[in-house]
């Protein structure tokens, strides 16, 4: 059976939100960044929340348009609609570890 792009972006983007839902429901520990997609250069910039500049910025899969970071704030999690990925950033070393992973 073959799954048409359409159901795999609805996976990933269902992936996203579920991930999102989630934090809210963990205490975390405050950040000192945060992460925005640049959907046409297909990356993410980390912003240092203190002083308001750009860290680093990381090429990730095609089209990325959701980050949802872990409580403990050491992975960002990036869907890529136009890959129909979701790659993995390693906060602390600012480069994507696993991505893009693609989902199945």
């Known amino acids: 059976m073959k799954l048409t ?3 795999l ?3 990933v983007a269902c992936l996203v939100f579920l991930l999102g839902m989630a934090l809210p429901a963990i205490p975390a520990r405050a ?3 945060a992460c925005v997609t640049n959907v046409f250069a297909n990356t993410v910039s ?3 929340t203190a002083s308001n500049t750009v860290v680093a910025t990381v090429a990730v899969g095609s089209g990325p348009f959701g980050v949802a970071i872990t ?3 050491t992975r960002a999690y990036v869907a890529n609609s136009a890959s129909n990925s979701v790659s993995v ?3 602390a070393l600012r480069d994507s570890t696993r991505g ?5």
């Open 46 to 48: 980390m912003i240092d």
């Open 31 to 33: 950040q000192t960044f």
């Open 9 to 11: 972006l609805f996976r």
């Open 89 to 91: 950033i390693d906060t």
């Open 71 to 73: 409580p403990d704030g």
């Open 100 to 104: 893009p992973c693609f989902a199945r």
């Open 5 to 7: 792009s359409g159901w």
